[in-house]
């Protein structure tokens, strides 16, 4: 039977998936300053991809580009280059959140944890046609607020939100 939800927060024990991490996924490294097996949000990712091959379910939807193409860390200033403001035109290839940095070090989260319990990650918020129309957006509409467009679409479906308060996905341990 497929479960509804396990909720996860820093009362749940993650013993389990520290050890599982220890002895099935390589030491890879980020590029900021932290490792995979450091990162607490990678617990909490194997814990969901365990459920997920449990249920028989070979693929997760990650929200991973989200923060990096449509946020850019706006609520978390020493992670954010933009500081909260997209400019005018977007320095390409000087957006080192969604070329390397955050982006590189995540996106290997995703990939080395997932892997591990064989489960293959999927992105859509990295779909270039999906970058694409959020480049194109006037730069008076990605400022309007934190995340503009996933908040607008949100508000118009009724789905409820901590709007403006950023929650990564992290466990403490």
């Known amino acids: 039977?497929?479960?509804?939800?396990?909720?996860?927060?820093?009362?749940?024990?993650?013993?389990?998936?520290?050890?599982?991490?220890?002895?099935?996924?390589?030491?890879?490294?980020?590029?900021?300053?932290?490792?995979?097996?450091?990162?607490?949000?990678?617990?909490?990712?194997?814990?969901?991809?365990?459920?997920?091959?449990s249920e028989s379910r070979k693929v997760y939807l990650s929200g991973q580009g989200g923060d990096e193409v449509i946020g850019d860390y706006a609520l978390k200033p020493h992670q954010s280059q933009f500081k909260g403001k997209f400019p005018k035109k977007i320095p390409l290839k000087l957006w080192k959140n969604f070329y390397d940095g955050y982006q590189y070090s995540y996106l290997g989260k995703e990939e080395y944890v997932a892997g591990s319990h064989c489960v293959e990650t999927r992105y859509p918020f990295l779909d270039k046609q999906v970058v694409q129309e959020f480049l194109w957006l006037a730069v008076e509409l990605k400022n309007k607020h934190y995340k503009a467009p996933i908040r607008e679409y949100l508000l118009r479906n009724n789905f409820p939100n901590l709007f403006d308060k950023k929650i990564g996905l992290s466990v403490k341990v």
């Not at 497929?2 to 002895?23: G, H, I, P, R």
């Not at 030491?27 to 990712?45: C, E, G, M, W």
């Open 1 to 53: 039977m497929l479960s509804e939800y396990e909720y996860l927060d820093e009362s749940t024990d993650f013993a389990e998936e520290k050890d599982w991490l220890n002895k099935n996924v390589e030491p890879f490294r980020y590029k900021i300053n932290q490792t995979v097996h450091t990162d607490s949000a990678s617990l909490a990712l194997s814990r969901i991809c365990k459920m997920a091959k």
